[in-house]
């Protein structure tokens, strides 16, 4: 079958550097997306990568290996406005997007 | 510019009871999809369509229809609503048709609690 796996629940402070991780075992890959989700609210796009390695935007990087099947969200400098839900999504051989779970991560000041 | 719409922004329905739940999109998107959230789980495809005209089964497709006349809108119907369908449903579309890895961009989403 397939999977995503990230953690439930992270929490961090005002300020510091946080790494939330995904690892996938799908039928097929054609990229890997993260999206943010506040409470109560839709999901919006991060980042989405196809090939091994970093891609950064602002504070937010996101790493991909394939030959491992796991990708990893950095974000910098963290905000309270960062306090929100995580989810990690794979496109797999039928271009259809296999979800996690989601990672809630929590900012303390 | 709106991007993507749903109606209603809440419901609580009657089991057994038929209930369309509306998404417009704006962008002139081909594809759009119907997912619905429920925690602890990940997001969840019910139905999709590539291109108007078309459409297709996602993982979760009992109980659910859809249609696609035009390219704005996709309509998700409940024929009887049962309790395990209690959920927020969200509705998004993505610019290619097919094989794509466009990015998908989302509804506010449908919170819908079936008693």
């Known amino acids: 079958g397939q999977n995503i796996d990230q953690p439930t629940e992270m929490t961090a402070t005002e300020g510091a550097i946080v790494q939330i991780n995904c690892t996938y075992q799908t039928s097929g890959f054609n990229g890997l997306f993260w999206y943010q989700q506040h409470a109560g609210e839709a999901p919006t796009f991060l980042s989405y990568n196809v090939l091994d390695g970093l891609e950064e935007k602002g504070r937010f990087s996101s790493f991909l290996s394939r030959s491992k099947g796991y990708s990893y969200l950095l974000l910098k400098e963290l905000q309270m406005k960062d306090s929100a839900s995580y989810l990690c999504?794979?496109?797999?051989?039928?271009?259809?997007?296999?979800w996690g779970a989601g990672t809630k991560l929590i900012i303390k000041p | 510019i709106a991007g993507i719409t749903q109606a209603p922004t809440s419901q609580i329905l009657a089991a057994g009871r038929r209930m369309t739940l509306r998404c417009t999109q704006d962008m002139r998107h081909n594809a759009m999809y119907w997912y619905r959230q429920d925690l602890g789980l990940g997001l969840r495809l019910i139905h999709y369509s590539n291109t108007a005209g078309t459409t297709g089964k996602g993982e979760v497709p009992d109980g659910y229809s859809v249609s696609r006349a035009n390219t704005d809108d996709f309509p998700l119907t409940l024929a009887s609503a049962v309790p395990s369908q209690t959920s927020v449903y969200f509705c998004a579309s993505s610019e290619g048709s097919g094989a794509s890895t466009d990015t998908q961009y989302f509804g506010p989403g449908t919170r819908l609690t079936v008693l």
């Open positions: 999504a794979v496109l797999d051989s039928n271009y259809q997007l296999i």
